[in-house]
């Protein structure tokens, strides 16, 4: 049964998700698709209190905002939605205007402008959500942009070169799978030329020499390993980097970014060659030795950035999920901490061309995510953009506790705890419990801006918990491999481990308890309910995994061998087997409660059709399955409208188990 998902087309998957299924109109008359929605189509959907929708809409209203780039007059584009998708908007001075530049029926959310010049920006859009992505340079002057790419190959990483020129970006146009190197001559209206052609893994650009010569890349093999190169722009020839800094390092080393160094010799980069966490090293290209930055700090660096004139430099620290930033003066030797940023998560952290304002984006569970500039010099944090939570008070909006509960297993230092975090009601009694597993696998739940979560908690009553199981990052490297290869079960296994700590707390239901995860997530949703079928009411299963074999079969090249470090390679006979017999498909006999499935047909990541082999299955046998299938929506669905859909099906799947 695990290895039959390859002969369902993906034209076939539509049709599997949602055969002998009623219009929605007609199926759900009092719901909001009262109103034409031709490409999302619902089965099984159940009766409808039309209250509901109206509680949701008030949640599902926010916006937020979200810092792409600064434009060299000083001004800054930032990415946001007005209508049904996030578009990108011009923005001159703090809480000014926002004077909105793309208009597109697709999300417009990547975007880089030049340090010099005021001709334009270079962004990134889908088409009808296929999830390749086309390179599109705007003119400021014409108001217009043109297309530097073409057809269905996919592309990012978008890096412009210091006279404003060139831009370099990755793109799969060659042979469709693997992510070559390429840059556009922007001044002379050139189409873009190759410049390295990829090899193992995925590949990006990261930043160019001041010279315009070179482009430092990074090669991305797996979660735990990656290596950085320096490439002769006018030649494509590759140099290897070595990035151990002259000190031994055990095992593999992941490099998370890297940039070069105002002083023309070296390189910053954040890297867990030196122990267990991510951290910001500086690399001399000369004598290859390096120095920590950032040593001794017992958790991953994000991301960081430097003013070209090396005197500040900023970076900001996952300290179990909330963000903390810091700025080092270089010439004073001080550290700087802006205070008033919100307490969750800071990302998109970037110096103006001047090197004295440093902007972010921030968010909390209680903030939408908005745009503050930090004015060096002045030790003042302005608020660029204040977004609307939607008609709700913020105060009413939950701030999670982050708890830690022992799994089954011992680690060095005795037994294992994973942390999660809780949200729960602020009524008296005994809560039903809605557990929430983050995509990935390598990757973290953290504290940030949900407005669904919040209408979860506050309006339907569930406890919402959202745990780190084995695996995610964010906790040492030696913790994100304890899941890969044939130790997958052992994830599952901590979803166990949270089970016995729910029946603990006194203010959780352990009979109402529901999964929810999307893509990895949504396997470990699966898995969940198949292993412990009697513990547990229901799952929503958002695009994830079914069948691991397939998965690995059908994924692009250069993401083959990123998912095969992940999960062991399908090729080996002792691993294929084990990969059928772990795959829902394979365990869907042990799915006995009650399911929502909800995919996007243009999903490359996990293609449609496992979705809709496993409904078919579950179908057949006359299980309660209700499915949701959106045309247009990859991973993940970008536009408000199928989101508000999606969510209202959620809400509907949830109200439906409460006890």
């Keep these: 049964m695990g290895r039959s998902v390859r002969a369902v087309p993906l034209a076939a998957a539509a049709a599997l998700l949602c055969a002998g299924a009623a219009p929605a109109r007609a199926q759900l008359p009092l719901s909001p698709f009262d109103q034409s929605h031709d490409h999302l189509v619902l089965q099984g959907v159940g009766p409808v209190d039309p209250r509901l929708a109206a509680r949701l809409a008030r949640y599902t209203g926010a916006r937020e905002a979200s810092f792409l780039d600064w434009l060299p007059d000083g001004s800054m584009l930032i990415s946001t939605r007005f209508a049904d998708v996030a578009q990108i908007h011009r923005v001159a001075a703090p809480l000014g205007m926002r004077e909105q530049l793309t208009y597109y029926s ?20 889908n088409d009808e959500g296929d999830e390749n992505a086309q390179v599109y340079y705007y003119r400021f002057a014409q108001h217009d942009a043109r297309e530097l790419t073409h057809g269905k190959a996919r592309h990012g990483a978008l890096v412009w070169s210091h006279d404003g020129k060139q831009l370099a970006f990755f793109g799969t146009e060659r042979n469709g799978d693997t992510d070559d190197i390429y840059v556009a001559d922007i001044a ?20 160019w020499s001041l010279d315009g010569q070179k482009l430092l890349l990074l090669q991305s093999v797996s979660a735990v390993e990656s290596h950085l190169y320096l490439a002769d722009v006018a030649t494509g020839t590759l140099a290897p ?5 002259g000190k031994a390092s055990e095992g593999k080393v992941a490099i998370r970014s890297a940039r070069f160094a105002p002083d023309g010799r070296g390189i910053y980069l954040v890297s867990d060659a030196m122990g267990e966490f991510a951290q910001l090293c500086y690399l001399d290209l000369v004598t290859h030795q390096s120095r920590e930055v950032t040593g001794g700090i017992p958790w991953d660096v994000d991301e960081f950035d430097v003013t070209a004139d090396g005197r500040y430099l900023a970076y900001v620290v ?10 080092l003066d270089n010439l004073r030797k001080l550290e700087l901490s802006p ?15 001047a090197g004295r304002r440093l902007a972010v984006s921030a968010e909390s569970p209680q903030s939408p995510r908005d745009v503050y500039v930090f004015d060096i010099e002045h030790d ?33 230092s005795g037994r294992r705890t994973i942390s999660a975090y809780v949200y729960r009601p602020s009524s008296p009694g005994r809560h039903p419990v809605l557990i929430y597993f983050h995509g990935g696998p390598a990757a973290q739940y953290r504290p940030h801006f949900d407005p669904f979560i919040q209408f979860v908690v506050n309006e339907l009553g569930y406890a919402v918990v959202a745990p780190n199981i084995r695996g995610s990052s964010g906790y040492g490297k030696t913790f994100l491999a304890l899941d890969n290869g044939m130790l997958r079960e052992d994830a599952v296994k901590d979803v166990g481990s949270l089970l016995v700590w729910i029946g603990l707390q006194p203010d959780l239901d352990q009979g109402h308890v529901v999964v929810m995860g999307t893509a990895y997530g949504g396997y470990l949703a699966l898995a969940a309910l198949a292993d412990y079928n009697d513990r ?3 799952a929503i299963d958002i ?32 691993v294929r087997e084990f990969l059928r017999r772990i795959s829902p498909l394979d365990k869907s006999q042990w799915i006995r409660k009650p399911l929502l499935v909800v995919q996007g047909l243009d999903d490359t990541r996990v293609p449609a059709a496992e979705s809709a082999q496993l409904v078919a299955s579950l179908r057949a046998r006359g299980d309660d399955v209700w499915s949701l299938a959106a045309q247009d929506e990859g991973d993940g669905f970008g536009k408000k409208t199928d989101r508000d859909a999606y969510e209202w099906v959620v809400a509907a799947f949830l109200q439906r188990l409460k006890p």
């Design 543 to 574: 695009g994830g995994i079914t069948d691991f074999i397939a998965l690995l079969q059908d994924a692009p090249a250069d993401r083959r061998d990123l998912l095969r470090a992940e999960y062991g390679d399908e090729r080996d006979p002792d």
């Design 188 to 207: 002379a209206g050139t189409a873009p030329r190759l410049v390295a052609a990829a090899q193992q893994g995925s590949w990006s650009p990261l930043d």
């Design 339 to 353: 205070a008033g940023l919100p307490e969750g998560v800071i990302s998109s952290v970037r110096f103006d061309h």
């Design 318 to 327: 996952n300290e179990d999920g909330r963000s903390r930033l810091t700025v």
């Design 380 to 412: 003042t944090l302005e608020r660029w953009t204040q977004s609307e939570p939607g008609p709700i008070d913020p105060a009413a909006f939950v701030n999670p506790q982050r708890v830690q509960y022992p799994t089954w297993d011992h680690g060095a």
């Design 241 to 245: 980097i070595d990035s151990s800094g």
């Design 536 to 538: 547990l009411r229901g």
């Design 106 to 125: 697709e999300p417009v959310s990547v975007a880089a402008a030049p340090a010099i010049g005021s001709m334009g920006f270079a962004f990134l859009k």
